[in-house]
């Protein structure tokens, strides 16, 4: 029976034990099934309690949800109770114009996340379509979702297993499990019970799992568990457990955030405080109104409303850019994280490796030989030799070239690649019989007809095996090929043997016990590197970054190829998921930063690694193809998933999606990352402080004059329009050619260093004085009124900026200005063209409480004003760089 999603034993829920230990047919009586399958109302009836078999769907957050999550930052609540000051007062126009900052906040980032949303829902599902089943003892195909415990379903090479099953009746099955178990060698499958508890999936060998591949060979298998309950779907449930945090972009801008909310209390407490003294005899209306208006203006100027705007067009042009390096963003965060990685755990299979088996070499006679040499051996006149040897992997083997068990197709296409095409070569000589590969024998043979009427033994498998079924090698010898290929074993790569013997004519099937063989030589397997990898990987180490492998292979396989592409150096860097379970949890985080390889881990290892990492301070990517990464691709401070051979369970957990499935995709979106850092940063210095030196022109020039020099619109249009325009174009600056050959910050690192916060405490009281001395110079001239005055102001708040950003950029003094940018020149051009617009046109003369500006003198020195910030700022840079 069936409850809550669980199949139901007498004595409980079934568990991995109780599908795999018992006998196959005590199962199926046990689940109330038989080996002709369900009837239609016994599947109703199941169906009423079991449900679909599908996993839950991802719950999306609703629109209220995402606008909630926009406008509860610090920084939009402070903008919000500004707007409702405004019209408690009746400044409708200011009221709006803030509510109008916050509105385009909200919609660039909900913009952003439905275009993530829409290339997610663009990639491929997992789950078959459909599947054969036997329902009323007839075969029938029927969608996978409808599928229930106790239905017997029919595989066959190629398909994808629908549900969890135990297996039946298997005939020379092979599987590819790698998404669950991370196991990058396909598995044999068998029907015997095993009755051991506590088995790792891994270790079982009658189970199929939901999502695994059919290599090879055909099985019937009863459903055990479906949807939620199979073993993807729970860890697709302990997705939940993983709970989203903070990204260190997040966590820093609340910093600075936290540091803005504080000046602007003080700032207009003591704007408050200003007026309390300057009215001593008495407050009216009409002075407690301007008290909140100057209040109001101290928060708008303190604020930099155009900061969350900047960074999100900023993230989503560096989205833009990342999407044509075939790498999917989901999370806009993710790619300034990115930038502050330290520690990258990959995957080995498919990632590092081109997930495609080669023959690398054949050890013929007692020598190694690159494929490419064996052309050389037909040169010589040994034809024989190698026509022998292509023969035995033709004829002991069910694979072809195209799919099949990976080590025998890798065997097949160097064949083809040597001119001994499978068909072609081998006409004529036929199979007689044939036994499979299993694990218990470790060969696979094949009786063949020879042309002629004679007959002869094939025999590929395990070398020491076959070895040891030789005749004319005395021990000797036999100790000497082991010697050899233990050479390459002890690389990583896995071995293939071959032998033969000729036998009676008569012979018409394979021996139980084989006749004493004739050895012949071996294959050296393996899974090569991509090309590029150990050149990406040193680049990684030199912009600090440790590159971690997580493989589910064994330990001497790993560290070959992590030791191949420069990850690793030391056998003591690897380590295998049962020794770390025997370490206590103070020495496993002192221990987690040394290792580069972790081998045989699971899941729940893979989620402890990340953790441990964390906890250390490092900043960590993971990347993972496999339902078993899910969790720690949740869990990690940047989760990728790869896009082709991804699963759909890994790629809704990350934040990061890799169409190419290549490492060095990973690397080139850390050099992005770094530089969209390193961008932030300065956007953030460079508007940050602009707003100080308005909040010092604010608390200075009610000292000496009636109102102050800039109103809220003034500083509304200079945060929003003026600064954040060339702030986006700063934003996108190119990376300088050191960009990652830097130490990457710390989790615990700010945004801005003490020594970047000194400087912009000086440079904005730079500008703010600037910006005084402009209202001052018109206003005491007495031939103005003080809106001119605050024209004079607000032109050098416009211009002044337009000059900063370029002396904000990298690089020397001619490149900080010439170096090429597009966006932030033609940006910074439009500002400056704004400006005529805001002081002489009447409409803006109305809107923003401007007055023409007619007089020469008065221009030369707001010019003389503007440049005044930029041109110190950029002494000092000079100064600093030629002290260095």
Known sequence: MREGGRCLLPGGPLNLVDAYAPDADALLATMGSNRKGLTSERVAAIRQTSGFNELPAQQRRSLLAKVLETVVEPMILMLLAATLFSFAIGDWIEGLAILGVVAINTVVGLLQDAKAERAIEALSKMLAPTVRVLRDGRPEIVATRFLVPGDVVLLESGDIVPADARLLDAANLLVDEAHLTGESEPVRKGTDPQPEPKLKPYEIKNLVFTGSRILDGTCAAVVVSVGAATELGKIAHSLEDAGAEKTPLQVRLARETKFLVILAFASAALVLLIFAVKNQSGWDAASVEAAVLLAITIVVAVFPEGLPASITIALSLAVERLAKQSTIVKKLSSVETLGNVDFICTDKTGTITTHTMTAKEFYLERAFHASADLFTLLSEGREDLVNDLFLIAVKCTTATVDSGDPTETALLRAAVLTGFKPGVFDAGTDIVDAVPFSSDRRYSAALVAVPGGGRRLLVMGAPEKLVSLCSGLDHAHAADILSDLGTRQDQGFRLIGFARVAVDATCARVPEALPPLEWLGAAVIHDPPKDEVKQVVAEAHTAGIAVVMITGDAKKTGFAIAQAVGIASDPAQAVEGKELEALDPEEYRRRVGDYRVYSRVGPVDKLAIVAALRSEGH?????????????????????????????????????????????ATIVAAVREGRTVFGNLQRLVRYLITNNLGKVVTTLITPLFAPGTSLNALMLLWSNVVMETAPGVGLSIDPGGPHVMQRRPPRRDDPILTPRDRWAMLFDGAVFGLAITAAYWFVWQGGHHSAEAAQTAAFVVTLLSPQLSVFVLREGRLLDKFTAPNKLLKGFSLAMVA???????????????????????????????????????????????ASAR
């Open 619 to 663: 900043v960590v990517a993971m990347t993972g193809d496999g339902v078993n990464d899910a969790p720690a691709l949740k869990q990690a401070d940047v989760g990728i998933a790869m896009g082709r051979a991804g699963t759909q369970v890994s790629q809704q957990a990350a934040d990061i999606i890799l169409t190419d499935d290549n490492f």
């Open 834 to 880: 704004m400006v005529p617009v805001l002081v002489f046109v009447p409409f803006c003369n109305r809107i923003f409480g401007t007055e023409p500006l007619t007089d020469l003198g008065t221009w030369a020195i707001i010019l003389g004003l503007s440049a005044v910030s930029p041109l110190v700022r950029l002494l000092l840079g000079l100064r600093k």
